[in-house]
T-cell receptor, first 113, second 113 residues
């Protein structure tokens, strides 16, 4: 079965530190990949997505992600985090049937000021 | 424009009771989805609908049913609630079925005692 793995369960950073959250998916074919963010008490919002083309994708709020096909990875990065980035981050991939998204278990990011 | 609305916001329910969670979108999206979010498990797909009149089972469909009588509404019914259905439930929609960007509602927090 398809799956998405997020390596870090909880990441704690100080403001201005750099961020990289790992995401690996199991499906080897054409993939549509997403990163969503959930701020405390809110619903999920799209950060960025990759369907094709340039493997380095830029999203909102200074986030970017790099699709590396050979590694089945789609890691999320931000050069300098802010306290307001404290949230839960979910990686997702379209399933093979094309009917829905499969989400990872999420990574909680805590940023201290 | 509201996007996706869900009702109720939260609910405490006795085990064995029937409950319907409501979801309405005003974006004229074809596809709609129901997820449950549990700590440490991320989001898991319960049911989906690619278009009005059709529905499909997701990863965790047991104990839940859905209907899609029209484009805008996608109610989720728990016929006889059990404590393991205590969770936060998110409704989502997308313009295209499956791999397109999904937009999420604010969620319903359900507690089954």
């Amino acid at each position: 079965a398809q799956s998405v793995s997020q390596h870090n369960h909880h990441v704690i950073l100080s403001e201005a530190a750099s961020l990289e959250l790992g995401c690996n998916y199991s499906y080897g074919g054409t993939v549509n990949l997403f990163w969503y963010v959930q701020y405390p008490g809110q619903h999920l919002q799209l950060l960025l997505k990759y369907f094709s083309g340039d493997p380095l994708v830029k999203g909102i709020k200074g986030f970017e992600a790099e699709f590396i096909k050979s590694k089945f990875s789609f890691n999320l990065r931000k050069p300098s985090v802010q306290w307001s980035d404290t949230a839960e981050y979910f990686c997702a991939v379209k399933n093979q049937a094309g009917t829905a998204l499969i989400f990872g278990k999420g990574t909680t990011l805590s940023v201290s000021s | 424009i509201a996007g996706i609305t869900q009702a109720p916001t939260s609910q405490i329910l006795a085990a064995g009771r029937r409950m319907t969670l409501r979801c309405t979108q005003d974006m004229r999206h074809n596809a709609m989805y129901w997820y449950r979010q549990d700590l440490g498990l991320g989001l898991r797909l319960i049911h989906y609908s690619n278009t009005a009149g059709t529905t499909g089972k997701g990863e965790v469909p047991d104990g839940y049913s859905v209907s899609r009588a029209n484009t805008d509404d996608f109610p989720l019914t728990l016929a006889s609630a059990v404590p393991s259905q205590t969770s936060v439930y998110f409704c989502a929609s997308s313009g295209l079925a499956g791999g397109d960007e999904q937009f999420f509602g604010p969620g319903t927090r359900l507690t089954v005692l």
